[in-house]
């Protein structure tokens, strides 16, 4: 499988003579009068379209585009209304051609157009970026879609931000790619230095990790923390597995060095200019926790991180002794939902576990019997091995909550996270569903059970 995977090694080589095709296929969509696009996709086939979104924004003239990776029915309602599709450019995205969730959005999405503009006019309102033969090329054939990228399948799709599943949303946003490529060969060439950026990166991940600081901190600027989102997943998903895994820690708040277990390494990414971490991360420094930084002086560094962070990665899953490119707790997840999902077809309906407890109007689901809410939640966290012990059993919390991603909730989840890590001392990690299951999923299955989950539906 290994040898099938390195095709991202030459992402930028093979890419390049594509740029000339994507940009007329941008220019195209601009001269029909397209100024959204939404891009349809789970993992890593939508993480870094996200991440040019968020740190890039929006050229003049371009199309703006969002990213729906939720299933939540007020998620894909509000991008409904907030969308003409007279004017907007829907991208299917996925790597295998038959990710559920995705194909569930092109089809929904679809129907929409056919109803607002008639059948006629519906395909040229989708591209679809995805491998030679797959389920989803197709569909886009036998639909009509105005451009189908194919591409490299020896690509895997954490590994994927610099291939058409990258460039194609970034081109869309008016990202220049030759540029963004130019930084990819700077990062490369330092790659080939085994003392170099990328190589001590992954060294320190992977020793540190089997030294027991297997909770990779990053703690990213503000212009450009949302990459964390990208790194998370790349790590989680290439390291988590056999019993072994580096737990990526993303958006956490910075507390003092006496609020951290030992079992964290700390990783800076700063945008130049931006140093309003400087002095907690000092601090921590001093205080023995090892602290790594890197600066950025333009954004389309990005294109640079992106390869830097794999080869890293790729390093420390050499160290830990598994393999980076597989996800086998993923796949054999997949197996368990369609059979739940043969048997609902047969059935009507699916298991309906018992409640140990209703209280304010809140239903708590547990294998034990607390007497309130605050009691199922102290009790449940009260397995941690916080502390000193904490490379010892469960050394960190993840709250993954099933609904409508808004601002407001991001709030919350960040507020009840920050608290469960000043009184634990162990780490925290936030993730909606389905989401999460794409990113850092295969960790949470396969890293020996060092976790306790919680999640939050509605």
């Not at 790729?314 to 997949?334: H, M, T, W, Y």
């Amino acid at each position: 499988e290994i040898s099938n995977r390195l095709g991202w090694l030459h992402s930028s080589e093979v890419m390049r003579p594509a740029i000339a095709d994507i940009e007329a296929l941008v220019a195209e969509v601009r001269s029909a009068g397209y100024t959204h696009a939404l891009l349809l996709g789970m993992g890593g086939s939508s993480l870094a379209p996200e991440v040019f979104r968020k740190v890039f924004g929006v050229r003049e003239g371009y199309l703006d585009l969002t990213v729906l990776d939720s299933t939540d029915p007020g998620a894909v309602l509000e991008k409904t209304r907030q969308l003409d599709p007279a004017k907007t450019l829907y991208i299917v995205s996925t790597k295998s051609g038959g990710t559920v969730e995705t194909l569930s959005f092109a089809k929904y999405f679809y129907t929409r157009v056919v109803e607002a503009l008639g059948p006629e006019q519906a395909g040229a309102h989708f591209l679809a970026i995805t491998d030679p033969g797959s389920g989803l090329e197709q569909f886009a054939r036998e639909l009509g879609f105005r451009k189908i990228f194919l591409n490299d399948p020896d690509i895997g799709g954490r590994y994927s931000a610099l291939s058409y599943f990258g460039s194609v949303p970034a081109a869309l946003l008016g990202i220049d790619l030759a540029r963004l490529y130019d930084q990819a060969d700077v990062a490369a060439e330092d790659a080939r230095n085994p003392f170099g950026s990328a190589c001590t990166l992954g060294a320190v991940m992977g020793v540190l990790a089997l030294q027991g600081r297997d909770k990779m901190t990053l703690v990213a600027s503000p212009a450009v923390a949302p990459f964390g989102a990208w790194v998370e997943q790349l790590v989680a998903e290439s390291t988590g597995k056999a019993g072994k895994g580096i737990v990526p820690v993303d958006q956490e708040a910075l507390l003092a060095p006496d609020k951290y277990a030992r079992d964290r390494l700390f990783v800076h990414l700063r945008f130049a200019g931006e140093n309003g971490q400087d002095q907690a991360l000092a601090q921590l420094a001093e205080a023995g926790h090892p602290v790594m930084q890197f600066d950025l002086n333009d954004r389309y560094q990005l294109g640079g991180e992106f390869f830097r962070w794999e080869i890293a990665t790729v390093i420390a899953g050499r160290l830990l002794g598994i393999n980076p490119f597989d996800q086998p707790d993923v796949e054999s997840a997949k197996i368990v939902a369609r059979e739940m999902m043969s048997a609902y077809r047969e059935s009507g309906a699916l298991p309906d576990p018992e409640a140990v407890l209703e209280a304010e109007g809140m239903r708590v689901f547990a294998d034990f019997k607390p007497g309130s809410l605050s009691d199922a939640l102290s009790r449940f966290l009260g397995q941690a091995a916080f502390g000193e012990n904490s490379g010892k059993g469960r050394s960190y919390i993840a709250l993954q909550a099933y609904v409508q991603p808004t601002e407001e909730t991001d709030a919350a989840l960040q507020q009840l996270r920050t608290r469960i890590q000043a009184h634990y001392r162990m780490a925290t990690t936030v993730g909606y569903g389905p989401r999460f299951l794409h990113s850092t999923g295969q960790l949470h299955k396969g890293d020996g059970g060092k976790g306790l989950f919680i999640q939050l539906t509605a």
